[in-house]
């Protein structure tokens, strides 16, 4: 759901903590816990009577962000209220499961009520804004493919305009996408009747209490910049994608159509509430930009057939299987229900009738056991993957990659793992495999990331050359992908001695920060993470060596690529180093990581006093003597 829950309870139990954050004593276990999110549709851990009386409350501090932290009786993190401006008011509410936070609210103009709200951990990816904090997401900051085709469900389900208007591509959108003319008339026209289908009631595909189970799409394509005038620029984009959801025990499909991915996220183009025309129907039910130009198939004249009795008992399978997962606590137990969740997906692909959905629930089992082997939870899933390998040897080229890349790195793992594994032999090995996979589908997916894994091997052996004729083959071509802009990064790093780079950002105090504010002084470059320990020794270090040196006209310019800031400014705090932290969110995937390509923790820059770079990629142990030669010149 997305409309507010019991506002008139919440804002009493928000002012009561906010109140709070000032005083000694604070909130007790019980009122704290009363609290409740503004958004309901995922687990987080609500303890009973009896069990709230051995809960406890502890301030909480992280340096300038304070508030309240509330435990078990095991000591495990049930809620954390936070006071992030200093002004003794709540403004985040973080809600967590089995000691992962899942999902927060929070109050970013500080009057008390949240207008963000974000989905994390293993309850998904969203993040939606609340601009008149009415209860209601007007718009999606981030949203997956699969998170929108949940909230189509409930939209319809709950004959909610709003919610259904937030998943819709926008005016806004279409103009970042380029979509110009003829192309974003129809869209247009097709979101209003989508719009007007939901407003009219009338034979709704999806009746009230329907429960979302999956997404179901075969893999994404790309829509060609210049594939017609009113396409300017690649667009991403899924076709006949589907919602499965339950009624009454049975499972449904809600055709969703064609999905487009924008920098928010991912949007529909419209749902199948009032198709009035042919045209409609067939881009509902097949695509709209890969069928658009060919010639249409027979209109459908029936509804489409029921799930099989047989996949149903599957799925609910499935899904008590995943409950048992979210509460494992023990490997043993983990391994178990990995076990038996591959076992369910086996069955699944098996036994259902489309194509589109075997390959789903193929590319499901093998992640699930690549994930499972990967975090030591399966002993016999290489195996497994080796035999879904071979069955799956003549099907689609990008199934059989997606498949075999799981395999690659479940070995890897398992390998590297072995008690008496020789590490060197292990990733000569691994090294191997990754060029027979890009040699045998320089198309796929995964790709992009086996070239990356490639490249960094080869630069970090020395192979500088063979390094960038990887980091090239990404960017020319998968331009698109999320491996590109690292790897013009680091072609960009690899490049940078002898020239001049451009560093700017805000500290992690909200300071602004240039590195030609620091031309005329050596400086120490480094890229670093409070959970990477070698990152840690090597500030500790470079404290020291600014102490020594900080007068003679040394500078250190540190770059945090955590994922949270607060987590930064606590460790800074007890750290005190006197210099600089760049911070960004997003860490090894944020824009101060991509624009040098780092990929891995420490990488040090050495810079002269002409803003040259004369060291990258530095060791910690020759910082110091490198440090001294270009302050003595």
């Known amino acids: 759901m997305t409309k507010l829950v019991t506002r008139f309870l919440l804002i009493p139990a928000v002012l009561f903590i906010a109140a709070s954050v000032g005083r000694a004593a604070g909130p007790s276990a019980a009122d704290a816990l009363k609290l409740q999110p503004v958004h309901s549709g995922f687990s987080y851990d609500r303890p009973s009577e009896r069990e709230i009386e ?230 509902s039910s097949g695509g709209y930009f890969f069928q658009a130009s060919l010639a249409r198939p027979p209109a459908p004249t029936e509804s489409l057939p029921q799930q099989d009795p047989a996949v149903q008992g599957l799925i609910k399978q499935l899904e008590e299987v995943d409950r048992h997962l979210a509460s494992a606590t023990t490997a043993e137990a983990q391994g178990k229900w990995q076990t038996r969740r591959a076992d369910i997906l086996e069955q699944l692909y098996r036994k259902v009738a489309t194509d589109a959905e075997r390959h789903n629930w193929i590319r499901q089992l093998a992640d699930t056991i690549a994930a499972a082997v990967q975090s030591g939870q399966y002993s016999g899933g290489i195996e497994k993957l080796e035999k879904l390998a071979k069955e799956v040897a003549k099907e689609d080229v990008s199934l059989r990659a997606f498949v075999a890349f799981r395999l690659i790195a479940a070995r890897y793992a398992k390998q590297l793992a072995s008690k008496d594994a020789d590490p060197a032999k292990v990733q000569e090995a691994w090294l191997k495999e990754l060029s027979e996979f890009v040699r045998k589908f320089p198309k796929a997916d995964d790709a992009p990331e086996a070239m990356l894994q490639l490249a960094v091997a080869s630069e970090f052996n020395g192979k500088e050359r063979e390094a960038i004729e990887w980091y090239e083959r990404i960017v020319s071509g998968f331009a698109k992908a999320p491996q590109a802009a690292k790897a013009t990064g680091a072609i960009r790093r690899i490049r940078s001695v002898g020239k001049r780079i451009g560093l700017r950002g805000r500290t992690v105090d909200g300071r602004s920060y240039s590195l030609e504010n620091d031309r005329g002084h050596v400086v120490v470059l480094v890229y670093w993470a409070t959970w990477c320990q070698p990152c840690v020794e090597e500030l500790d270090q470079l404290k020291q060596l600014y102490a020594r040196h900080g007068n003679r006209g040394l500078r250190v310019v540190t770059v945090s690529l955590d994922s949270d800031a607060s987590e930064v400014r606590s460790f800074l705090a007890k750290k005190k180093y006197p210099f600089p932290t760049l911070f960004e969110e997003g860490g090894l995937e944020s824009p101060l990581a991509r624009e040098m390509g780092i990929l891995t923790l420490p990488t040090t820059l050495l810079i002269d006093r002409q803003g040259t770079v004369v060291r990258r990629n530095l060791p910690a142990s020759e910082v110091a003597s490198e440090v001294r030669k270009l302050l003595e010149n």
């Not at 289908?197 to 394509?221: C, N, T």
């Open 54 to 283: 051995k809960c406890s409350v502890a301030p909480y501090r992280e340096g300038e962000v304070r508030g309240w932290m509330v435990r078990d009786a095991a000591g495990r993190t049930l809620r954390r209220f936070l006071d992030t401006n200093q002004d003794n008011k709540v403004d985040q509410w973080c809600y967590y499961h089995h000691g992962v936070e899942v999902y927060r609210d929070i109050d970013s103009d500080f009057n008390l009520k949240a207008d963000q709200h974000r989905w994390l951990g293993t309850a998904g990816t969203r993040h939606g804004i609340d601009e008149d904090e009415d209860g209601t997401i007007d718009r999606w900051k981030w949203i997956s493919a699969e998170e929108v085709s949940e909230e189509a469900v409930g939209a319809i389900a709950e004959r909610s305009s709003a919610r259904l208007r937030a998943i819709l591509i926008s005016n806004a959108e279409l103009d970042e996408l380029k979509i110009t003319g003829r192309r974003r008339d129809e869209i247009l026209e097709k979101r209003r009747r989508t719009l007007e289908g939901l407003a009219s009631g009338a034979s709704l595909p999806v009746p009230p209490g329907a429960k979302w189970i999956y997404f179901g799409a075969v893999r994404p394509g790309v829509v060609p910049a210049g594939s017609s005038a009113e396409i300017q620029r690649d667009l991403i984009v899924y076709e006949q994608a589907v919602a499965i959801f339950q009624v009454d025990g049975d499972q449904r499909e809600l055709p969703l159509g064609t999905l487009i991915r924008t920098s928010s996220g991912w949007r529909l183009i419209e749902l199948p509430l009032k198709a009035s025309s042919r045209d409609d129907q067939v881009a």
